[in-house]
T-cell receptor, first 114, second 111 residues
Framework: EAQVTQNPRYLITVTGKKLTVTCSQNMNHEYMSWYRQDPGLGLRQIYYSMNVEVTDKGDVPEGYKVSRKEKRNFPLILESPSPNQTSLYFC?????????????FGSGTRLTVV | KNEVEQSPQNLTAQEGEFITINCSYSVGISALHWLQQHPGGGIVSLFMLSSGKKKHGRLIATINIQEKHSSLHITASHPRDSAVYICAVKSYGGSQGNLIFGKGTKLSVKP
């Protein structure tokens, strides 16, 4: 089944404790992206990647890191999480960034930083 | 002003009613997407449009590029249609591949 798999689905952590949210797709998509969703603000892009070893900042990159060492994986790293990073996170992928293809979203990761 | 505006923000309907959700945008776009987010949180892509009209089951999506406006219609609505519907556009400018999202329309269909 074609899908984007995010893990974990739920995570409660403490301020400052490094964490990684994994994202993997099995569709050979070039484009992958991370979003956060907050009440009243909608979905906002954190980072995106147009292909292996090519990543760039989105609208709200502060406090996050990403890497794209393989085509299928695009982990989101929070080196020192803070309470304002409590949010619902989505990973998404698309065949390419330049043509009009649909997007496939992961199931989401609900992160709470205390 | 947001680049993508949706209306209404909230919508309550009775089962069987015809529903329309509107999306207006202010940027040049290459495509517009309609997404559905269920109460469990997952996001599903419903339609991608660059012109005209698309239909899938009871859902119809239209776009008017000149007026920078799109509508999502649901015919014979059902309680299982209750969800948040999100409009997103892929703009020509800005970061490549980025989607700009509306804030969503929360639909509740009562039996």
């Amino acid at each position: 089944e074609a899908q984007v798999t995010q893990n974990p689905r739920y995570l409660i952590t403490v301020t400052g404790k490094k964490l990684t949210v994994t994202c993997s797709q099995n569709m050979n998509h070039e484009y992958m992206s991370w979003y956060r969703q907050d009440p009243g603000l909608g979905l906002r892009q954190i980072y995106y990647s147009m292909n292996v070893e090519v990543t760039d900042k989105g609208d709200v990159p502060e406090g996050y890191k990403v890497s794209r060492k393989e085509k299928r994986n695009f982990p989101l790293i929070l080196e020192s999480p803070s309470p304002n990073q409590t949010s619902l996170y989505f990973c998404a992928s698309s065949l390419t960034s330049t043509s009009n293809y649909g997007y496939t979203f992961g199931s989401g990761t609900r992160l709470t930083v205390v | 002003k947001n680049e993508v505006e949706q209306s209404p923000q909230n919508l309550t309907a009775q089962e069987g009613e015809f529903i329309t959700i509107n999306c207006s945008y202010s940027v040049g776009i290459s495509a517009l997407h309609w997404l559905q987010q269920h109460p469990g949180g997952g996001i599903v892509s419903l339609f991608m449009l660059s012109s005209g009209k698309k239909k899938h089951g009871r859902l119809i999506a239209t776009i008017n590029i000149q007026e920078k406006h799109s509508s999502l219609h649901i015919t014979a609505s059902h309680p299982r249609d209750s969800a948040v519907y999100i409009c997103a556009v892929k703009s020509y400018g800005g970061s490549q591949g980025n989607l700009i999202f509306g804030k969503g329309t929360k639909l509740s269909v009562k039996p």
